[in-house]
T-cell receptor, first 113, second 115 residues
Framework: DAKTTQPNSMESNEEEPVHLPCNHS???????IHWYRQLPSQGPEYVIH???SNVNNRMASLAIAEDRKSSTLILHRATLRDAAVYYC??????????????FGEGTQLTVNP | EAGVVQSPRYKIIEKKQPVAFWCNPI?????LYWYRQNLGQGPELLIR????????DSQLPKDRFSAERLKGVDSTLKIQPAELGDSAVYLC?????????????FGNGTRLTVT
């Protein structure tokens, strides 16, 4: 599996935007970029995924660099409930739907009131 | 829709004792996963099922761990005998089988403490 690199931790203030970076310099053409987050004492939760184009959903936006070697998860207005560990994961589209998700250590996001 | 249900939520046992975890996936999800998460780390896959068939169990320590998914719905993960190093959170997840980008839906896990 291609690897991703994320900062160990980041801080933000409530109601401000948050940009969570992820580097994946060895990404292949068939790798989708997935983001999950894990709130305290809960299982991981799907956030968003994309291939080449920027993506938006109700939770967040995903900005993907033109060369696809990096991406940024954008939370437009952080709330205290967004405090979590955020995981950036590459998933090969050639594999079956059951392809494994390989988690790294993620970025611990702290949101200050 | 109801999410992935796991039980028990917490389990404390002495080493060398057996333990079992149960998972009920989201209705209609053919693919089921068991992950283990050590403190401060991301989850690691133990085993993946497509319906009732274990299609990826390369990370499962087969000397003491076993899993089953009878009838392709609920699943049980067992450890016998448990060791101190097995203390972790055991997470179950499910997804629709037909899409390679189908998101995984996780339960809240079972926190195992082996003393």
């Amino acid at each position: 599996d291609a690897k991703t690199t994320q900062p160990n931790s980041m801080e933000s203030n409530e109601e401000e935007p948050v940009h969570l970076p992820c580097n994946h310099s060895t990404i292949s053409g068939t790798d989708y970029i997935h983001w999950y987050r894990q709130l305290p004492s809960q299982g991981p939760e799907y956030v968003i995924h994309g291939l080449t184009s920027n993506v938006n959903n109700r939770m967040a936006s995903l900005a993907i660099a033109e060369d696809r070697k990096s991406s940024t998860l954008i939370l437009h207005r952080a709330t205290l409930r967004d405090a979590a560990v955020y995981y950036c994961i590459l998933r090969d589209v050639r594999e079956t739907s059951g392809s494994r998700l390989t988690f790294g250590e993620g970025t611990q996001l702290t949101v200050n009131p | 829709e109801a999410g992935v249900v796991q039980s028990p939520r917490y389990k404390i046992i002495e080493k060398k004792q057996p333990v079992a975890f149960w998972c009920n996936p989201i209705s209609g999800h053919n693919t089921l996963y068991w992950y283990r998460q050590n403190l401060g780390q991301g989850p690691e896959l133990l085993i993946r099922y497509e319906n009732e068939e274990a299609v990826d169990d390369s990370q499962l320590p087969k000397d003491r761990f076993s899993a089953e998914r009878l009838k392709g719905v609920d699943s049980t993960l067992k450890i016998q005998p448990a060791e101190l190093g097995d203390s972790a959170v055991y997470l179950c997840a499910s997804s629709l089988w037909w899409s390679s980008n189908s998101p995984l839906h996780f339960g809240n896990g079972t926190r195992l403490t082996v003393t």
